[in-house]
């Protein structure tokens, strides 16, 4: 198979997000941020079911002054 029938190339989607941040003390910061990418509109087209896909992350942070 060299090509998948009926997937879009582009498709909008919204990434929403946050930040939690934790500092011990002045120097040094530690966060979480989780975020969600959901699709607005669906990525194939001429197919019975609409797919809209959505993907759920988490990522570290560390943040130190000099």
């Known amino acids: 198979i060299n090509k998948i029938e009926g997937l ?3 498709f ?3 990434h ?6 934790y500092n011990p003390n002045s120097k ?4 979480i941020n989780p975020v969600m990418r ?8 001429g197919t019975p079911v ?3 896909p959505v993907s759920i992350g988490l ?3 560390l943040r130190i002054k000099w």
């Not at 929403?16 to 941040?21: D, L, M, Q, V």
């Open 50 to 52: 609409k797919t809209y």
């Open 12 to 14: 909008p989607s919204l």
């Open 59 to 61: 990522g570290a942070t």
């Open 8 to 10: 879009r190339k582009t």
């Open 38 to 45: 959901y699709a607005l509109t669906p990525v194939n087209q």
């Open 16 to 21: 929403a997000g946050t930040e939690i941040n």
């Open 28 to 31: 040094i910061s530690i966060g």
